[in-house]
């Protein structure tokens, strides 16, 4: 059924067993589309036969890989993508919206509808051939995660690594998958160069609150034993604190940092709930269903650090809020850091070793 300019907020939830091991519980039409469609029993139980959200593979023809930014507030200047949406279906991922411009829902749809970029090795040893091309560190996983369950079998991030490696390009990964311990062979030999350092993002470690947020990533355990075997094979690895969630994951700052210490990472940061556009909505229905008793506070808190909105998108105050609050966070983390020694400052890779590859048909150097 449709309602022309019906708004997100409106929709219903879908049922459990329709969205069984999924984040979202909804799947509102994007807010570009010009009629939305909701799911609704007429009475005649004909939703019961509907069947369950199943991951779709779609091609991504795109023609160039790298993306640049010149964000005040991020540390990287370019990065690949290899994925669109993510099946992992973390709740509070901020990359939901971003789907919303292809056409599918912030929701269900986000975890579901997955683009591909098969491409993306050889679109990559293209870019990097060119003559103009600057070299700067190229960070994977800034929007959707690079090591998702589809990675698996499909090894796109690992081709893109196979490329860096080649031509001895710096990389930084950010991932919740311990499934980046299978390229330790490509990448602990880049690390001996300071080619490549990796950051896992540990949210929670409760499992089975990660079970809900974060349905199809890595059990907190999985990703402590990836810091392990990546810092053993001499690859930098920290740790992301992300996001926190204040009365529900920010009592854990102080024990994630010491477990993410313990497992050999270096240093750690991180990031404060963001709720622009549709994870607004999307966060409170999941809040509602797993949390009833702790999402007026949880919203409430939310507001406190963003002028008693949901959400400040300006530079800087959008990543770590700010009032009374925010700073206790910001105290709390910085504080916990210098204790148990984790207080080093971030380590830049080196550029000076590039080589420029020859592109497909190309001449290659003399020398």
Same mark, same amino acid.
């Given at each position: 059924?449709?309602?022309?300019?019906?708004?997100?907020?409106?929709?219903?939830?879908? #049922?459990?067993?329709?969205?069984?091991?999924?984040?979202? !519980?909804?799947?509102?039409?994007? /807010? &570009?589309?010009?009629?939305?469609?909701?799911?609704?029993?007429?009475?005649?139980?004909?939703?019961?036969?509907?069947?369950?959200? $199943?991951?779709?593979?779609?091609?991504?023809?795109?023609?160039?890989? *790298?993306? $640049?930014?010149?964000?005040?507030?991020?540390?990287?200047?370019?990065?690949?993508?290899?994925?669109?949406?993510?099946?992992?279906?973390?709740?509070?991922?901020?990359?939901?919206?971003?789907?919303?411009?292809?056409?599918?829902?912030?929701?269900?749809? &986000?975890?579901?509808?997955?683009?591909? %970029?098969?491409?993306?090795?050889?679109?990559?040893?293209?870019?990097?051939?060119?003559?103009?091309?600057? +070299? %700067?560190?190229?960070?994977?996983?800034?929007?959707?995660?690079?090591?998702?369950?589809?990675?698996?079998?499909?090894?796109? $991030?690992?081709?893109?690594?196979?490329?860096?490696?080649?031509?001895? #390009?710096?990389?930084?990964? +950010?991932? %919740?998958?311990?499934? +980046?311990?299978?390229?330790?062979?490509?990448?602990?030999?880049?690390?001996?160069?300071? @080619? =490549?350092? +990796? =950051?896992?993002?540990?949210?929670?470690?409760?499992?089975?609150?990660?079970?809900?947020?974060?349905? !199809?990533?890595?059990?907190?355990? %999985?990703?402590?034993?990836?810091? /392990?075997?990546?810092?053993?094979?001499?690859?930098?690895?920290?740790?992301?604190?992300?996001?926190?969630?204040?009365? @529900?994951?920010?009592?854990?700052?102080?024990?994630?940092?010491?477990?993410?210490?313990?497992?050999?990472?270096?240093?750690?940061?991180?990031? @404060? @709930?963001?709720?622009?556009?549709?994870?607004?909505?999307? &966060?409170?229905?999941?809040?509602? $269903?797993?949390?009833?008793? !702790?999402?007026?506070?949880?919203?409430?808190?939310?507001?406190?650090?963003?002028?008693?909105?949901?959400?400040?998108?300006?530079? #800087?105050?959008?990543?770590?809020?700010?009032?009374?609050?925010?700073?206790? *966070?910001?105290? /709390?983390? !910085?504080?916990?850091?210098?204790?148990?020694?984790?207080?080093?400052?971030?380590?830049?890779?080196?550029?000076?070793?590039? /080589?420029?590859?020859?592109?497909?048909?190309?001449? &290659?150097?003399?020398?």
């Amino acid at each position: 059924m449709s309602h022309p300019n019906e708004t997100p907020q409106s929709s219903r939830l879908i #049922h459990e067993d329709r969205r069984r091991g999924r984040g979202a !519980r909804s799947n509102a039409t994007g /807010r &570009f589309e010009n009629q939305t469609r909701e799911e609704f029993d007429d009475g005649w139980e004909g939703l019961q036969s509907l069947d369950g959200f $199943t991951t779709r593979l779609r091609t991504d023809t795109a023609r160039t890989i *790298i993306t $640049t930014n010149d964000s005040p507030d991020i540390s990287f200047d370019q990065s690949i993508n290899p994925y669109r949406g993510c099946e992992h279906g973390c709740i509070y991922c901020y990359a939901r919206p971003s789907h919303c411009y292809l056409g599918h829902s912030a929701g269900l749809d &986000f975890e579901t509808e997955l683009y591909v %970029k098969p491409e993306a090795a050889r679109l990559l040893e293209r870019e990097l051939a060119k003559p103009g091309y600057r +070299v %700067k560190t190229i960070a994977l996983g800034t929007n959707t995660d690079p090591y998702q369950p589809v990675e698996r079998r499909l090894a796109i $991030t690992r081709r893109i690594l196979e490329v860096l490696a080649a031509t001895d #390009h710096p990389v930084a990964i +950010v991932t %919740k998958s311990a499934l +980046v311990t299978r390229d330790i062979d490509i990448l602990a030999p880049m690390a001996a160069k300071g @080619l =490549a350092k +990796v =950051a896992l993002s540990v949210t929670t470690l409760d499992r089975k609150l990660a079970r809900a947020m974060e349905p !199809r990533a890595a059990t907190p355990p %999985k990703r402590l034993e990836a810091i /392990r075997q990546l810092s053993a094979a001499g690859i930098p690895t920290f740790a992301m604190v992300a996001p926190i969630i204040p009365a @529900l994951t920010d009592h854990e700052i102080e024990a994630i940092l010491k477990a993410v210490h313990d497992a050999g990472a270096l240093a750690a940061g991180y990031v @404060l @709930l963001r709720m622009p556009l549709e994870i607004k909505d999307l &966060f409170r229905q999941w809040l509602e $269903t797993e949390f009833p008793d !702790r999402a007026r506070r949880v919203i409430a808190l939310m507001q406190s650090m963003h002028g008693g909105r949901d959400y400040t998108s300006t530079f #800087h105050m959008r990543q770590r809020g700010t009032g009374p609050y925010a700073e206790q *966070i910001a105290k /709390r983390f !910085r504080l916990a850091l210098k204790r148990i020694g984790m207080d080093t400052p971030n380590l830049p890779l080196r550029t000076d070793l590039f /080589r420029r590859p020859t592109p497909q048909g190309g001449q &290659f150097p003399l020398l």
